[in-house]
C-alpha cells in the first residue's frame, strides 16, 4: 500500500509549528522538526514495503539535518547580534569592578570631635579694669561730696559697688561665651549635617548606577546562559533525531 507519508509530515509539521513557537525565533521551525519526525513515525506504520520505508527514513535524515542546520545559524544569527542584549560583557565588567570598589563607609562623613578652645575670660570686657575704678572712683566721689570721707563705710560702699559691677561685666562675660559656643556648635554641627547630606547623594546615585549596571549585566549574563542552553537543546535534538531515525532503519 502506498502510504500518503509526505501529508503526514506536512501535518505533522503544523501542530509542532504551532507547538515550538513559543521557544524563540526558531521556536516554530525547531517545532516544525519535531512534528515531521512525528509524521515519519506515521508514514511508516502506513507503509508496507520495505524499499519505500528506507527511503522515507533516509529522505527524513537529510531533511531533517538540512533544517537542524536552518536553526542552528538562525540561533547564531539572533546571538551574534548586539541589539538582542540589553547589555554587553563591558557592563558586566564594570558591575564586577563597581561592587569590588564598593565600600558603604565611604559615604558617611567622617568628622573630627567637636572643639571649642576659648573661655569666659576670652569675654570679658577689655576696659573691664577701667570700669571698675571708675565705679570705685564714683562711690569716692559721692561720699566726698557728702563729707563722708574716707572711712569704713566708704570703702565698703565702695567694696559692694565694686562687687555688683565685677558681677555684672562676669555675667555679661558668661552670656556672651555661651552665645559664642552654642553658635560655633550649631556651625559645626550644620556642616556634618551638610556633608552627610552631599555623601546621601553621592550613595543614591551610586546604588542607582550599581543597580542599572546589574540590570544590563544580568541580562547579559542571562542572555549567554540561554545560548548554551540553545546550543547544547540544539546538538541534543539532532543526535536524539538521529539515532531515532537510524534505530528506524534497522528495524526495517
Known amino acids: 500500500m502506498a502510504a500518503n507519508w509526505g501529508g503526514n509530515i506536512i501535518s505533522g509539521a503544523g501542530t509542532g509549528a504551532a507547538m515550538g513557537s513559543v521557544a524563540g525565533p526558531w521556536g516554530a521551525l525547531a517545532g516544525g522538526v519535531l512534528g515531521a519526525l512525528g509524521g515519519v513515525f506515521m508514514s511508516l506504520s502506513e507503509e508496507d514495503d520495505a524499499e519505500r520505508k528506507q527511503k522515507i527514513i533516509d529522505n527524513a535524515k537529510v531533511q531533517f539535518n538540512l533544517t ?75 561720699a566726698a561730696g557728702a563729707g563722708i570721707g574716707r572711712g569704713t563705710g566708704t570703702a565698703n560702699a565702695i567694696a559692694e559697688a565694686v562687687a555688683q559691677k565685677d558681677d555684672e561685666l562676669y555675667k555679661t562675660a558668661l552670656q556672651q561665651y555661651n552665645t559664642d559656643r552654642a553658635q560655633t556648635y550649631s556651625e559645626w554641627s550644620g556642616n556634618i549635617d551638610k556633608m552627610q547630606q552631599r555623601l546621601n547623594q553621592l550613595k543614591s546615585a551610586t546604588d542607582t548606577q550599581l543597580n542599572n549596571l546589574g540590570t544590563l549585566a544580568n541580562d547579559y549574563t542571562n542572555q549567554k546562559q540561554n545560548q548554551f542552553s540553545d546550543m547544547i537543546a540544539s546538538k541534543q535534538t539532532r543526535n536524539n533525531a538521529n539515532l531515532q531515525l537510524a534505530n528506524m532503519g534497522l528495524m526495517i
Open 68 to 142: 537542524q542546520d536552518e536553526i542552528d545559524e538562525l540561533m547564531n544569527e539572533f546571538y551574534a547580534n548586539p541589539e538582542n542584549f540589553l547589555g554587553t560583557q563591558e557592563d558586566v565588567d564594570a558591575y564586577r569592578a563597581a561592587i569590588d570598589s564598593y565600600d558603604p563607609n565611604a559615604f558617611v562623613f567622617d568628622f573630627d570631635e567637636f572643639s571649642y578652645d576659648k573661655d569666659v575670660d576670652d569675654f570679658v570686657n577689655p576696659y573691664y579694669d577701667k570700669i571698675i575704678k571708675n565705679t570705685a572712683d564714683k562711690v569716692q566721689h559721692s
